[in-house]
């Protein structure tokens, strides 16, 4: 099987955007076309990463209009909803579409329009993929992880501040990228100081509602060639599902979708842990980033708060630099959007493109987390030159 | 009003119950929660509720101790030796925030979890009265 390259990416300005989601795509699927210098007319498929265009904005069949607005009729199009994980299926649907030879080249572009609503409006929308059993509870995802964070802090003697220290490290990331939310350091005192939102996780601990797009061209190495002779190929990349009910799970500080798709993009790839150089982890809540850590196999279970308080994830001085877009967290998360912007972080830091915040890197990795764990894709990408 | 969960032929408890236990195995039997206690295994406050949800929502992870022993859909003991459960986890609301982790809890009866219509759920697609958990 020939292996699939990327060779072009792009991603919107994340944040408050007056654009509406169609607008918001085909932003960002107009710059890949450009980066990769790939005609419109030369796309053979193309998918589209949303959750929820139709509940947020009423708006429907966003695939077929990115089609015809950049362009790119008759393309096979598909819209992949796989919740706040719709960017990472993106990326395994069109990775899928060229290593079976069904494309020859395929934009993914992953985008969602969320501002619009109240808080509690967006929260509701994403809160709808629970279960009736929890939704009736009024449980919402930030709640999840406020009782998530409470079992491992007190099961694993953990301080608090450990927590704080990740989202203060995923803001300092996201002053040097001139795409994310918030262009803003956070020190620990202002997370911890911040209003409690599900107790004992704070504002600060969770990432903002978001609008935004982002967007990948995917083709066959040797077609890539044709186009340039630098280029990152996907190595490694699988998925996997957890309980949908979440305190059905054994171990609530185990995301079992991490662990079988981390497992399983490492078999693909023929590395481990230890050959990944940068990582862009679903921080969407800071508690996560512990838990995947843990699940790639970066830290046993119950320590990767030490790797955090050693400054083992800093950009710039650690062995592992974490969320160098400055994550969910500060970069921004419009659902659909954002497992596709993991991709190009890595793409960017691969090809040496990461600009302030580049790092030493020949191996990345991105996790893209749906629900609370309940839909993970897991992505191993190389310098493929 | 009753807060089943599932026992199934392989010794697998859930809340709720479902088609098939994780192993694949069918329903034997259910087994009303509502009428044990639990304890609290993890809580919390969430204090940005979507509509509909009281503010502060104080919730929480239980666990239940329903120990005894089931019946196969043949008739025969439950016996298959370490994978018989004989406990089961619920994510439900907390009276107030009067409980830590711990503590054992009780049902309380509620018509109403959350105001139904209020947010984006069908009203009609599913029940809306529960139970509510305080400290015994």
């Known amino acids: 099987m020939e292996r699939v390259a990327i060779i072009g990416a792009s991603m919107t300005k994340f944040g408050q955007r007056e654009e509406w989601v169609q607008e918001l795509l085909a932003e960002a699927g107009l710059e890949c076309l450009e980066d990769a210098g790939v005609d419109a007319e030369t796309v053979e498929h193309l998918y589209v990463s949303n959750m929820a265009s139709g509940e947020f904005e009423g708006q429907t069949g966003v695939m077929n209009g990115l089609a015809h607005d950049i362009g790119a009729i008759p393309a096979y199009t598909q819209r992949i909803d796989q919740t706040s994980s719709s960017g990472g299926a993106g990326i395994y649907a069109a990775w899928q579409s060229v290593a079976s030879g069904a494309s020859e080249m395929t934009l993914l572009v ?23 059993v929890e939704y009736k509870t009024g449980v919402t995802l930030p709640s999840f992880a406020g009782m998530t964070a409470r079992h491992y802090l007190e099961r694993f003697d953990a301080p608090r501040e450990s927590l704080a220290k990740v989202a203060s490290k995923n803001h300092k990331n996201g002053v040097d990228n001139p795409h994310a939310q918030f262009q803003k350091e956070v020190d620990v005192d202002t997370v911890l100081g911040s209003p409690i939102v599900a107790d004992p996780l704070r504002l600060y ?72 150089d940068v990582a862009e982890l679903h921080d969407m809540f800071t508690i996560l980033e ?44 419009p659902l659909g959007a954002s497992g596709v912007a993991q991709g190009v972080e890595i793409y960017e830091q691969l090809m040496g493109e990461a600009g302030d915040r580049q790092v030493d890197a020949e191996v990345g990795l991105c996790c893209n987390v749906g629900g609370f764990g309940n839909c993970v894709i897991t992505t191993i990408m190389e310098a493929g030159q | 009003m009753t807060m089943e969960a ?69 008739g025969d003991a439950v016996d298959d030796g370490e994978d018989v459960e004989t406990s089961v986890r619920a994510l439900v609301q907390l009276v107030d ?6 503590d054992e809890v009780e049902p309380v009866y509620t018509e109403e979890l959350r105001e139904l219509g209020a947010g984006i759920r069908e009203p009609d697609s599913q029940g809306w009265d529960g139970y509510r958990f305080e400290p015994v």
Request: hydrophobic fraction near 30%; proline fraction near 6%; include cysteine.
């Open chain 1, 110 to 132: 992953g985008g969602e329009k969320m501002t619009h609503r109240t808080t509690g409006e967006a929260t509701d929308v994403i809160a709808s993929l629970t279960h009736p």
């Open chain 1, 205 to 276: 601990d969770f990432c903002p509602i978001t609008d935004g797009s982002a967007a990948l061209m995917l083709c066959p190495e040797s077609v890539a060639q044709e186009y340039t002779d630098e280029y990152v190929v996907i190595s490694g990349i699988d998925g996997a599902t957890d309980t949908h009910v979440v305190h059905e799970r054994e171990d609530p500080t185990v995301m079992g979708g991490v662990v079988e798709s981390g497992e399983g993009a490492y078999e693909m790839s023929g590395r481990d842990p230890d050959d990944i």
């Open chain 2, 97 to 102: 925030d009067e409980a830590e982790t711990g």
């Open chain 1, 290 to 333: 512990f838990l995947q850590m843990e699940g790639l196999g970066f830290a046993e279970q119950g320590e990767a708060w030490e790797l955090v308080e050693e400054g083992y994830t800093e950009r710039d001085t650690g062995e592992l630099p974490v969320n160098t877009s400055g994550g969910l967290k500060s970069k921004g998360h």
């Open chain 2, 6 to 74: 599932t026992r199934y032929d392989d010794g697998t408890i859930s809340y709720p119950g479902h088609p098939r236990s994780r192993n694949g195995a069918e329903p034997v039997e259910t087994i009303d929660l509502s009428e044990h206690t639990a304890e609290v295994v993890t809580w919390t406050t969430s204090t940005a509720t979507p509509p509909g949800v009281r503010e502060p929502n104080h919730l929480a992870i239980v666990e239940f101790d329903v120990g005894e022993v089931a019946e196969t859909s043949e």
